[in-house]
């Protein structure tokens, strides 16, 4: 499965980290452009991916949402798929070039050319999913989600199915970006059952997002005490974390798409991002004038959990045979959404 499956650990990343991509100014561009058949002569979008779409569920849903908003403006939408730095660079540029009413992008790899794109056309509305520029532009929104929310709801079904009373979290690195994967899971835990023990434990090392081994041995010291649900934030780690938790008979919790079908019996449920809402209603902001950044929840149907999802009785998920922590969960679901319930960010402050 491609790293592209873990977004939100990887915008923390760039956020926390500052990390920015190496041009590799030599390569040849892979771009894959595909248009819609709609000869309609309303709007038209241009959507530039920082991977190839394939089956990557995160990729394909802003695929859907470009094409929805298309239909319903009787225009036009075009993919762009980049492979690497050099194609993600040309694919922006082709994509301002075309002048679409929006070019829509996905994933923190674009805030710098954006920025960029930005001031030397200052005509041209864009739209950033999951990634904001550094510095704030009229022609320039973004869409953001609130994911601790949806890991709130995860800890929550953690700590009705835990038997040990121990619920934990394998997260990449120790800062506050990352902690809202964590912290909010614990919250969720003794927010429905309050003598639950939570702990945390962090990747760290030379590639926290890429290490499976390390991850796997975080999970393990976890199982060792007793731990039997975990909230796996890992990134591409988290297939270690669902080794582990398999091995010893544990459970274990995804992120961003649905990993049930990685590790079906051991994957609890998933907190994803609905790309799909926050393109189709980050596209209609723009063109109502309203450019800025957008924070996309539960509220607005942006993050969500592959339980509450349609479909959940065939995604191979664990919590579809518990039908009556889901009814609880939707309740605490309701009570965010209507701000009766208020969940701490750890990256707030």
């Known amino acids: 499965m491609s790293r592209r499956h873990h977004r939100s650990l990887q915008l923390a990343a760039a956020t926390a980290l500052m990390v920015t991509a190496a041009t590799a100014c030599n390569a040849a561009a892979k771009s894959d452009a595909s248009d819609s058949a709609s000869g309609g002569s309303g709007k038209t979008f241009t959507l530039v991916t920082p991977d190839a779409v394939g089956q990557n569920e995160f990729l394909k849903l802003a695929v859907s949402g470009v094409k929805d908003a298309a239909k319903q403006h009787d225009g036009s939408q075009k993919v762009y798929e980049s492979t690497d730095t050099a194609s993600q660079q040309q694919n922006v540029q082709a994509a ?103 702990s945390t434990r962090f990747v760290g090392g030379q590639s926290p997002f890429d290490d499976s081994a390390r991850a796997k041995e975080q999970a393990n010291t976890l ?75 539960l509220k607005e149907g942006g993050i969500s959990l592959t339980g509450l999802e349609d479909g959940v009785d065939s995604s191979k998920c664990v919590i579809a045979e518990h039908k009556d922590v889901l009814a609880k969960v939707e309740a605490l679901r309701d009570q965010i959404v209507s701000g009766e319930l208020k969940v701490d960010d750890p990256a707030a402050n």
């Open 223 to 297: 199982l060792s005490k007793g731990y039997d649900q975990i909230m796996a934030a890992a990134a591409a780690g988290n297939y270690g974390v669902f080794e582990a938790a398999k091995a010893k008979g544990a459970y274990a919790y995804g992120v961003d798409v649905n990993q049930c079908v990685s590790a079906p019996g051991t994957v609890v449920d998933n907190v994803i991002k609905r790309t799909d809402v926050a393109v189709e209603k980050g596209i209609e902001s723009v063109l109502a004038g309203k450019a800025g950044t957008v924070s996309y929840g």
């Open 96 to 198: 301002v070039d075309a002048k679409p009413d929006v070019v829509v992008l996905v994933g923190f790899e674009f805030a710098d050319l954006v920025a960029q794109q930005a001031q030397k056309n200052p005509k041209q509305q864009f739209l950033i999913i999951d990634a904001c520029t550094a510095k704030t532009f009229e022609n320039v929104s973004c869409a953001v989600f609130r994911e601790h929310e949806g890991v709130y709801l995860a800890g929550a079904e953690a700590g009705l199915l835990s038997e040990s009373g121990k619920v934990g979290a394998v997260d990449v690195l120790d800062t506050p970006q990352f902690r809202r994967y964590s912290d909010p899971f614990a919250a969720g835990a003794k927010k429905v059952a309050a003598k639950t023990e939570t």
